[in-house]
């Protein structure tokens, strides 16, 4: 059975730092891309960033790509989502999803398997 598993969220001061860690279990992911998304209440589910896990490349939304950085331990089959400079506005439930293949892919509807989130709240 497919599980992943979000840690790592918790509540921060705008201009910190956090580390989610997505932990993958159920089957190989190598040909598998995972992807991190957010949502914030009232909000439709959006994408933050992706790896794709055969080779490493890494894919980011224009907003968060310099504060944000996606990547992936092999050996414990963990996807990580490292945020700096947190904002106010970073404020959501985050999610780690996979879908199989190597595609870039953004749409949430695209992946198929997901954990059941983490929270992330910015105090400013």
């Known amino acids: 059975q497919v599980q992943l598993v979000e840690s790592g969220g918790g509540l921060v001061q705008a201009g ?4 989610l860690s997505c932990t993958t279990s159920g089957r190989t992911f190598s040909n598998y891309f995972m ?28 907003s968060m790509e310099g504060r944000f950085t996606i990547s ?8 990580y ?3 700096n400079s947190l904002k106010p506005e970073d404020t959501a439930t985050y ?7 190597s595609a870039d892919q953004r749409h949430a509807t695209a992946y198929n398997y997901w954990g059941q989130g983490t929270r992330v709240t910015v105090s400013s």
């Open 95 to 101: 999610y780690c999803a996979a879908r199989y293949g």
């Open 16 to 19: 910190g730092s956090l580390r």
């Open 35 to 62: 992807g991190w998304f957010r949502q914030a209440p009232g909000k439709e589910r959006d994408f933050v960033a992706a790896i794709r896990w055969i080779d490493g490349r890494t894919y980011y939304t224009d």
């Open 72 to 79: 992936k331990d092999n050996a414990k089959n963990t996807v």
């Open 81 to 83: 989502l490292q945020m």
